[in-house]
């Protein structure tokens, strides 16, 4: 090899080492092939903790980004000519030196493409799917959504929605985040469809730098989950089997829960409260805690009857937590994300950091809830663990 193609090379592989440094999270795997003549010889690179496994002629050899870029420059001045193809989630770059000089470009990471059945293309032209199965039947079949074969499951249906809705109204929060790393907390993450979901949205979709942590205090879901990430190759998440109640993480940039049943939609929110996460979305769930409590005052001879009482708790539980987030600093949203045929519980609270407190919304809160005799599970959750 030419000294000035070493040069040349050796700058490119600047670029090679700053992204196994930076992206080592993302990092999937490197493919290289080194010719001499007519002979061909392969290498690869894995990852291997927070170090890489480098193998090459039969030998291993665990390195930091630094040593590898070392030892595959050592060995590419040994051949007439080489290339390192560089895969990492959402793209690949390719680095080739030969004969011709020394070239690098750069492609959208192509995952495994399938054909969509008839049922499959009838509902994806319901609208446009931001996590399409063509493009990440990985993904898809490892949550449960795809059949091994590649077509959508009928049980899964509504769920592949309401999660795409969930990531089409929480882009704007999370586009706004300014945090070089987004950090995302799923709270009572259970199977963790949600989890998953918004790690390829962020990472493969957005192109931004994320890690996502699944908590959740059932010991099963958490081992389940850990599999799947496993599987996945995501090493930019974690799950942790923790009380949400006594869980005190750092600073998030996104709190979310979908479906977390009762008091733990209070606890995920009063966890984004109390550790001024820039936002929150919270998809509520079986509003019990206040259904015996509240004082329904005049009302009393409606919620008489017993639906009229629960439907009556659910939108006072719901407002509450709303003036409370808006009382803490956050200019709060709410919508119903998806039609109540895909799921009656279909209400989506989100909520962006401005970090001024409102006098008016506690003011408004205290009242009602004086009015209505409760004390909101929010309230303590929200207060700052010591």
């Excluded at 040593?67 to 060995?75: D, I, K, Q, S, T």
């Excluded at 987004?182 to 192109?207: E, M, P, Q, W």
């Excluded at 509240?294 to 539980?317: E, W």
């Excluded at 009382?327 to 009656?344: H, K």
């Amino acid at each position: 090899m030419k000294r000035n193609d070493v040069s040349k090379l050796t700058l490119f592989l600047s670029g090679v080492k700053h992204r196994l440094t930076e992206n080592n999270l993302y990092f999937i795997d490197a493919q290289m092939r080194f010719r001499s003549g007519a002979k061909t010889y392969n290498a690869t690179l894995v990852p291997d903790g927070d170090r890489f496994l480098f193998t090459c002629n039969a030998q291993k050899r665990t390195l930091d980004a630094a040593g590898f870029v070392a030892a595959f420059l050592e060995e590419a001045q040994k051949y007439d000519a080489c290339i390192l193809e560089y895969h990492e989630r959402g793209s690949t770059l390719i680095i080739e030196a030969d004969e011709r000089g020394v070239r690098t470009r750069q492609n959208a990471a192509k995952s495994e493409v399938i054909e969509e059945d008839a049922h499959d293309a009838a509902l994806l032209r319901q609208r446009d799917y931001i996590i399409k199965p063509s493009e990440a039947p990985e993904l898809l079949r490892a949550i449960g959504c795809l059949t091994p074969d590649g077509k959508l499951r009928n049980d899964k249906v509504r769920k592949f929605n309401q999660i795409d809705h969930f990531l089409e109204r929480v882009r704007p929060l999370i586009e706004a985040i300014e945090d070089e790393t987004v950090t995302v907390l799923d709270c009572a993450c259970g199977k963790s469809y949600l989890s998953f979901a918004l790690n390829y949205f962020i990472r493969d979709i957005l192109h931004r730098r994320c890690f996502v942590t699944g908590v959740d205090i059932s010991e099963g879901v958490i081992r389940e989950s850990r599999r799947i990430a496993d599987s996945l190759g995501y090493r930019n998440m974690e799950f942790l089997q923790q009380d949400l109640r006594e869980y005190n993480p750092k600073k998030p940039s996104l709190v979310v829960s979908l479906h977390a049943c009762d008091i733990a939609t209070d606890m995920a929110m009063g966890l984004g409260l109390r550790t001024q996460a820039q936002a929150i979305a919270c998809v509520p769930c079986c509003h019990r805690e206040l259904l015996d409590k509240y004082d329904a005052g005049d009302f009393a001879p409606i919620t008489r009857h017993g639906v009229f009482r629960a439907r009556l708790n659910d939108v006072m539980t719901d407002g509450l937590r709303a003036l409370k987030i808006e009382s803490m600093g956050y200019e709060v949203s709410v919508t119903e994300y998806v039609s109540p045929i895909d799921t009656p519980k279909n209400l989506l609270v989100t909520a962006r950091r401005t970090g001024q407190p409102n006098p008016r919304a506690e003011a408004e809160y205290r009242a009602i809830c004086k009015a209505l005799n409760v004390y909101p599970a929010i309230e303590r959750f929200s207060q700052v663990i010591d």
